[in-house]
Every structure is written in C-alpha cells, then in structure tokens.
C-alpha cells in the first residue's frame, strides 16, 4: 500500500473523529464477537493511535493507562486493530472497496446472488453484502465458524461454509451469479479462470511466498501482480483514498450477464 505525504488537516480530523465514534461504539456492538481481553488490546490500540495523531500535531503525549494484556500478542493486536478499521470503514480497506465496486456495478435487482471466497475469520464482506439484500455464500477454510443468516426482508442472507474453494466447486459456480475474492492469493488462479464475473484482491500474507501462478512459482505479491496482469481477461482498478494511500482491485470475465 503506497502513502502520500500530502495529507490535509481536514483528513486529519476526519479520522481521529471516526476513531473516536467507532471506538466507542465496538464496546457496545462487538460485531466480531470479541473477548474482554481483545476489546481491552483494541483499545489499547485506538488510544495509542489517537495519542500519535495529537502528537503529531504538537500536543504533548497522553498516557490513558490502558495496556494490552499479556494474553494478547502484537501479531493478534494488530489483527484486530484490521478488522475494526473494515467494519466501521474508519479508512477505506481493500473489502469495502470491493464493495463500493459491487454496489456500483453489480445492483442485486439483476446479480441477486454472489459467491465469496476468502472473506477471513469474521466474513465482513458477505455480512456487509448480506445487509444490503444480496444473497451470500462465503466460503473460507478460516472463518471462525459455520453459521447462517436467514433470508431477510430485503432478500439478504448469509450462509458461510468453512472449507476451501475449488475450481470444481460446480453447484456453487452454477448457483452463482458473481464471485468476489478478499485477500485471495492463493486461489488468484482459480478466480481468473471462473466463467463468472469475478472481482477480488490479494495480500501480503506470508502463504504467498509458497505458491505457484501457472505454473511459475511466486516470491512475492509483487510477482503475482505481475503474472495477473499479463491475462488478457483481467482488468486492474486503482483506488487512492483521501490519504493518499493505493489499493488495486482485479476484475475478471466482465460481461454482460443475463438470468437463463
């Protein structure tokens, strides 16, 4: 992800306010269902933002207190600190773009039903496309755990499968309408290859440095980037939100696609 410099005082602000509203209200909502100690390590987190934010507009360091508890590491700190900042969309992270795409591009009056492929431990994304009455599967060998949302008013409903996704997943690629991927690398080829419009990106996980893309073996996001930008199928969206900051999205077999 590439950052400007060139960042204004508004956005500034913008931020630390929505740091502030979100905060409070991931006590009260704990969308992901957290423990005591991860909300603790949260907010830990957030105040720690906050108090580099103020810092480096001249006020002087703040210390609230709170710590992140023992039971807690870095690595899961951070984790969670991700996931707040993709469901409050405190700063506009890879799924929420694809979101925003899928809302533009894909109305669910004609795409009602949308396939999701690695949507992580919470499945944000289906839940966020669920809400908005699309009918979701996600699959993911990560999710947390099964479970299903019944059909809403509004055509909305979620059923998540913990497994992984093959290109033989023939019943969910017929019931299908369109696929997304979140932060899919290795399943990049499969998604090129769908029959099915398909809108998704990658990441920097450590699983990227032990994976092959037709054929040739890949070191690094950089390479598979690469590698998918030479399919003649794909297409490259570039995202740059107010801080400046760069997020690619690949769009695959865009067409015209009708109800049989």
């Not at 502030?20 to 969308?31: Q, R």
């Not at 002087?60 to 951070?78: C, F, K, M, N, W």
């Not at 991927?181 to 099915?196: D, H, N, S, Y």
Request: charged share 30%; net charge negative.
């Amino acid at each position: 992800m590439e950052k400007s410099s060139n960042i204004s005082m508004e956005e500034v602000f913008k931020y630390r306010t929505g740091l502030i509203e979100n905060g409070k209200k991931v006590t009260i909502e704990n969308p992901d269902n957290l423990s005591i100690d991860e909300l603790q390590a949260l907010t830990a987190k957030i105040f720690e933002e906050l108090d580099r934010l103020d810092m480096s507009m001249g006020y002087p360091h703040h210390d609230t207190g709170v710590r992140r508890p023992a039971s807690i590491d870095e690595l899961r700190e951070q984790e969670i600190w991700i996931d707040f900042l993709d469901w409050y969309n405190v700063v506009p992270t890879q799924s929420n773009i694809i979101l925003g795409y899928v809302k533009k591009n894909y109305p669910k009056a004609k795409y009602p039903r949308v396939l999701c492929v690695g949507d992580g431990e919470h499945c944000h994304l289906g839940r966020k496309l669920a809400a908005l009455g699309y009918a979701v599967v996600v699959v993911d060998p990560v999710s947390k755990k099964e479970f299903t949302i019944p059909k809403q008013e509004n055509g909305g409903m979620l059923r998540v499968v913990q497994g992984e996704f093959h290109e033989t997943s023939e019943d969910m690629m017929d019931w299908t309408n369109f696929i997304v991927g979140a932060k899919v690398p290795q399943c990049a080829e499969i998604l090129t290859k769908t029959r099915k419009p398909t809108i998704f990106n990658i990441s920097g996980n450590a699983e990227i440095y032990h994976m092959r893309f037709n054929g040739k073996e890949i070191h690094s996001s950089e390479e598979l980037e690469k590698e998918i930008e030479k399919l003649k199928n794909v297409k490259k969206i570039m995202h740059t939100d107010s801080f400046g900051r760069k997020n690619y999205i690949y769009v695959c077999n865009e067409r015209e696609y009708e109800e049989r």
